[in-house]
């Protein structure tokens, strides 16, 4: 069974901090995937990363694919309380039909 | 604009009772899932289906069936309703593979409680 870890569960921080949070694995995948979810509402796709190494930025959100595409991180600079909400990922692995392999998300909240 | 919708925000029932949760999609994707969310536990696939009529058991089936007729719509049904389904139930489509198109687009999600 694939896992996808992610850590801390729960993050609460000031307005302006930076953090990082994390989605490790043991396994290797085709690609990964981070999404937002707020509060009442479904997921929805930050950003698909696709190749080992690969960075990619979305405003203040940093988003790193590992070297050997079993895990990834997401930065955030200077946090807003918009940035609050539950960040999950989800894996594509090697040998997969149409399911996402999801993580159990990290828990953020930006106090303002 | 992408557009994923469920039936119902929220919704009580009894115990035993059948329990229908409908979702439409107007993106005209292929597939389509059906999540149940609980905290700590993250989304765990019930089932999912990759074409009109056709259906695959994801990790968590038991207690649950699904129907799909149309191509936009993904019905998940609770034959009889128990406490330990109380969850937050999520839809989902996607377009078939290629990698980029394994995103998923998510409904509001509907909150049940089984009391």
């Known amino acids: 069974t694939q896992l996808l870890e992610q850590s801390p569960q729960f993050l609460s921080i000031q307005e302006g901090e930076n953090l990082t949070v994390y989605c490790n694995s043991s396994s290797v995948f085709s690609s990964l995937q981070w999404y937002r979810q707020e509060p009442g509402e479904g997921p929805v796709l930050l950003v698909t990363?696709?190749?080992g190494g690969e960075v990619k930025k979305l405003k203040r959100l940093t988003f790193q694919f590992g070297d050997a595409r079993k895990d990834s991180s997401l930065h955030i600079t200077a946090a807003q309380p918009g940035d609050t909400g539950l960040y999950l990922c989800?894996?594509?692995?090697?040998?997969?039909?149409?399911?996402?392999?999801w993580g159990a998300g990290t828990k953020l909240i930006i106090k303002p | 604009d992408v557009k994923v919708t469920q039936s119902s925000r929220y919704l009580v029932k009894r115990t035993g009772e059948k329990v229908f949760l409908e979702c439409v999609q107007d993106?005209?994707?292929?597939?389509m899932f059906w999540y149940r969310q609980d905290p700590g536990l993250g989304l765990r696939l019930i089932y999912f289906s990759y074409d009109v009529k056709m259906k695959e058991k994801g990790d968590i089936p038991e207690g649950y069936s699904v129907s799909r007729e149309k191509k936009e719509r993904f019905s998940l049904i609770l034959e009889s309703a128990s406490t330990n389904q109380t969850s937050m139930y999520l839809c989902?489509?996607?377009?078939?593979?290629?990698?980029?198109?394994?995103?998923?687009?998510f409904g509001p999600g509907t909150r049940l409680t089984v009391t």
């Open positions: 990363v696709v190749t």
């Open positions: 993106m005209d994707h292929e597939n």
């Open positions: 989902a489509s996607s377009l078939h593979p290629p990698a980029e198109a394994y995103e998923q687009y």
């Open positions: 989800a894996a594509i692995g090697m040998d997969s039909n149409y399911q996402l392999i």
